[in-house]
């Protein structure tokens, strides 16, 4: 694949591609992805359909967990795709090489590709990606017809093929037995294909088919199951050799900082200047909206900062940061932090020590870019809180035990207690956040996919005050139509230009906020510590 200059020009939103079309060479939805694409494509593009695809997999992960497969609700949840890419949610009509559905199809080779390069780095990245992609694959080849079907296993060089009517009829009595709620007659009008069992163990496994000299005997509405299998050894076996061939990567430091990061990536909307004139909301209304919309974390963040009168770096850039995202001018700001910080160390000390950053976040000292709010996956993520921290994801850091007690505390129920739980013992801790928040605003269903605490909020006052939101439009289940807005200020196409001295920072993950000096990560935390651990001394 090579890829094209990269120009200052806008995102395009269609899906013409740029490049040569290859006639014949998508004619069917599904695609087995055994060989690579060999398209020109521009940096712009490769970033992209990276993210758009990055979407539907998020999207595919967070509705297999929250309904059962193949329910109702659950496909309903997964025609949501259609929002970022359409192709995932259509049939193949056989013949049609439209120049619209070549371009779709095109862009799905495309991006699985793109996504092989980010996620093989890994042994837990390449599992994720796998489990992925075959729930994707498993949704998209139910959709498919009998003849689009059978074309694909051509296509594709999957030789299975129904057994003749006489071989079936011989043993109908026996293959009725064997399935689920089916009789002969209808054993007798449905196509079943032989293949060795080894092909097949989770059909054997489950006691699903019907097993005779070491061959299986499977209806086709159980054949996804053998192609998923395939699917999955053939990707797997690709994901190994990708791996070996990453380090080449190396060398070209337009891709690398993209891929590195991508696994992590925020996709969802900027909250770095959201709120309009008409929008404020004044540090007289913190302390009622943080009982009633904050999220867990920045209610624990406020909180702690209204017992303790202090808190740490990394505390004070989540929560300033969240409340500069909900409509918080500097001026209140300042005002905020100086009025619970004064009740613990002197005002001159505070403006001396402390006034600072909270200007620099809202870019007025430094180099003075206009900083965004942690999303839920840097929170997570990154800095994990130590002894006398507040910040982090309650849902990823709390010990089991005092989660549940401070949930009960903010009134979620035994059993909606035991909900939240279930998510976070399963490690699904945007999931949880997401349960407690219908659990608190007395929801079934929201159908939200929260991944910003500025989001929640959002949401929240959505709810609580519909009249007020009524002409700006929910966020619910729009997350797969949102413009991806990643932390970084500058766009990866455009770091590209800038050399291999800045591809080297990226790739070390030199904070935003403190870019403007150089020194590390690793510096910058320890410098910190050390400085507010003179500052709590002398307090």
């Known amino acids: 694949m090579e890829f094209g200059s990269t120009k200052k020009t806008r995102r395009r939103k269609s899906t013409f591609l740029t490049g040569d079309r290859r006639r014949g060479a998508y004619t069917h939805n599904l695609l087995f992805y055994t060989i690579p694409p060999t398209d020109n494509i521009s940096l712009v593009e490769f970033e992209d359909f990276a993210i758009e695809r990055l979407k539907v997999l998020k999207h595919v992960e ?5 309904y059962v497969r193949g329910s109702d609700k659950y496909q309903e949840a997964m025609y949501q795709m259609k929002k970022t890419m359409p192709i995932m949610t259509k049939s193949t009509s056989l013949g049609d090489e439209s120049d619209s559905i070549y371009d779709e199809r095109r862009k799905d080779h495309i991006s699985h590709f793109i996504l092989r390069l980010a996620y093989c780095r890994s042994e837990e990245l390449r599992r ?6 075959m729930d994707l694959f498993r949704y998209r080849f139910q959709l498919e017809s009998k003849d689009s079907i059978t074309a694909f296993l051509q296509q594709n060089n999957l030789h299975y093929e129904p057994i003749p009517d006489a071989e079936k009829i011989n043993i109908a009595k026996k293959l009725a037995d064997s399935s689920f709620n089916m009789s002969v007659t209808m054993v007798e009008n449905t196509d ?4 060795p069992f080894t092909e097949a163990l989770d059909l054997v496994k489950s006691r699903k088919v019907y097993l005779q000299r070491g061959y299986v005997y499977v209806p086709r509405s159980d054949l996804v199951s053998i192609i998923l299998s395939a699917f999955r050894s053939s990707l797997s076996h690709a994901l190994a050799i990708t791996a070996r061939a990453v ?3 190396e060398e070209d430091s337009r891709l690398l900082p993209m891929l590195m990061s991508l696994s992590k990536q925020y996709l969802g909307q900027d909250y770095t200047s959201k709120k309009g004139p008409g929008e404020k909301i004044s540090i007289d209304q913190i302390e009622s909206l943080s009982k009633k919309s904050f999220p867990l974390c920045m209610r624990h963040l406020h909180e702690s900062l209204r017992q303790e009168h202090h808190l740490r770096h990394w505390g004070r850039m989540q929560y300033g940061l969240f409340l500069k ?4 001018t500097l001026d209140d700001a300042l005002r905020f932090w100086r009025s619970e910080f004064s009740k613990k160390i002197d005002p001159d000390k505070f403006d001396k020590s402390y006034a600072y950053n909270i200007r620099h976040n809202y870019g007025k000292e430094g180099k003075r870019a206009d900083y965004t709010p942690y999303s839920c996956m840097k929170i997570i993520t990154s800095n994990a809180p130590a002894t006398g921290d507040f910040h982090g994801c309650p849902f990823r850091h709390f010990d089991p035990n005092l989660l549940k007690q401070r949930l009960a505390s903010y009134g979620v ?12 013992n399963g490690g699904h801790y945007q999931l949880a956040c997401t349960k407690y928040f ?8 929201s159908g939200l996919g929260l991944n910003h605490p500025n989001q929640y909020f959002d949401e929240s006052q959505r709810i609580l005050n519909p009249s007020s939101h009524e002409n700006k439009g929910s966020q619910l289940n729009q997350s797969l139509s949102q413009k991806p807005v990643s932390q970084k200020t500058t766009p990866y196409s455009q770091k590209s230009t800038q050399g291999s001295q800045q591809a080297a920072k990226v790739k070390n993950k030199v904070e935003d906020e403190f870019d403007d000096l150089d020194m590390s990560t690793d510096e910058i935390n320890s410098m910190m510590m050390e400085y507010e651990k003179t500052i709590d001394e002398t307090s």
């Open 413 to 424: 129920t035994k059993d909606g207690v035991n909900e939240v739980m279930g998510f976070v």
């Open 325 to 328: 995202g909900i409509g918080i």
């Open 128 to 133: 994720w990606f796998i489990m992925q992609e």
């Open 192 to 195: 079943f294909f032989k293949v």
């Open 62 to 66: 967070s509705t297999g967990i929250k």
């Open 438 to 445: 219908d659990l608190t605003h007395k929801l079934e269903d």
């Open 247 to 249: 380090p080449y990567l």
